[in-house]
């Protein structure tokens, strides 16, 4: 990446591409996560520039270079947005940018390959197997019930648990349209868990409890009234900072920047805990869970956004901790 000059260091006004949109499946996502973090840049007095990015990266590059940003605001998600592919382009334009790099981006959003850095460092992950849609149709690969995943989706697209008296496993694996391999994990029952990594500091443990469904599925996420949020959860101060410690080591592993989240299964009868992922470039829309466990450690929305970009250029000199409420970790 390119460096800024000094007189852009001093200013605190600074030119910011948004690029949002995409071409996954979760474009409406990032097009909500874009326009708010636009006018939230903007409240800072910032110059602001939104790029829809679409299939024609020639565009996209051409935006940009017209533009020429201090720092670009990668507000995409799903495969060509979190992936490294854009964070190449990026890379290879010169442009700083937020989140992750391209090596972490691609490791964090192939589940397979991120599942054996974090066993490599001791990391709980549940019991998983990649397999092929034909291997699927054929038979079980584990006893039910057990999760079905595409390895490079995000916002749990394509996320189907297999239950003991569900017929579709043919079906699922005939029609499968999200690559040649697919993974499959046993089942933990229980709480669905995540904490937000600033940095090197965990923000808090948030409960999520799905409405619209049997799981934390597409709609419960982005749907309004989709899921009850608690923060912090209600859960022992040891358990808590459990999770706060292997989300920071996870973040750290993968060699993520800027902020991260990480999801995870609870089971409290057993006491097992299971990394699902790390989303290396969490959601920004109204209801994301990042942008809600940063006010509850005292940090707006807006803020929020202005340090990701500032994190990006190396201007936030202060440890993450002096930006946060004290004594509000979940």
Partial sequence: MNHVTQDKKQSSRLKIAIIMGGTSNERD?????GKAVSQALASFGHQVQAIDVGADIERTIEALGQFKPDVVFNALHGPGGEDGTIQGVLHWMGLPYTHSDVHASAIAMNKATSRIIFKAHDLPVAK???????????ADPFPRPYVIKPLL??????????????PARAKIARSWRYGKQILVEDYIPGQELTVSVMRDTPLAVTEILPLTGKFYDFGAKYQSGGSRHIVPAS????????????????HMVLGCAGASRTDFRHDPETGRIAILEVNTQPGMTP????P?????????????????VKEALSLNSSPVSDLLKTGQKG
């Fill in 287 to 290: 209801t994301s869970l990042l």
């Fill in 128 to 138: 998983g197997l990649v397999i092929t849609p034909e291997e699927l149709e054929k």
């Fill in 292 to 308: 809600e466990q940063a006010a509850y450690r005292g940090l707006s929305y807006a803020q929020l956004c202005d340090w990701l």
């Fill in 153 to 166: 989706e995000g916002s749990s697209v394509g996320v189907t648990i297999m239950r003991p008296d569900d």
């Fill in 29 to 33: 996502v990032s097009l909500s996560s």
């Fill in 235 to 250: 859960l022992p101060v040891s358990l808590s900072q459990t999770l706060c410690d292997l989300a920071v080591k996870a």
